[in-house]
């Protein structure tokens, strides 16, 4: 089994930054893509950012040029830093890695906030 443990969320003001990390422990047997998605309250998850195998990334446009995805391969863990956050920011985030189908993990999330 493999466990996801977000954390680095909380209460910033508008303008601020976040940094997420998630960890990625147990029996892992491949590893495709590593993500973050969120979803704010009524409306759907969406995907913010995910990294490949390769080092590939890519990111919604609506966070273009704020956020940066990136990962420690040694140890499993991929990391959000976030910059300029907006209210519409808001959200809980959650980190996905999905391996060689159908492996697909979700963390359990961990809420940010963007006071304006």
């Known amino acids: 089994q493999v466990q996801l443990v977000e954390s680095g969320g909380g209460l910033v003001q508008a303008g601020g930054s976040l940094r997420l990390s998630c960890a990625a422990s147990?029996?892992?047997?491949?590893?495709?893509?590593m993500g973050w998605y969120r979803q704010a309250p009524g409306k759907q998850r969406e995907l913010v950012a995910a990294?490949?195998?390769?080092?590939?990334?890519n990111y919604a446009d609506s966070v273009k040029g704020r956020f940066t995805i990136s990962r420690d391969t040694t140890k499993n863990w991929v990391y959000l830093q976030m910059n300029s956050l907006k209210p519409e920011d808001t959200a809980v985030y959650y980190c996905?890695?999905?391996?060689?189908?159908?492996?697909?993990?979700w963390g359990q999330g961990t809420q940010v906030t963007v006071s304006s």
């Open positions: 996905n890695l999905k391996g060689n189908w159908p492996n697909d993990y």
């Open positions: 147990g029996t892992i047997f491949s590893i495709n893509i």
């Open positions: 990294i490949t195998i390769g080092g590939s990334t």
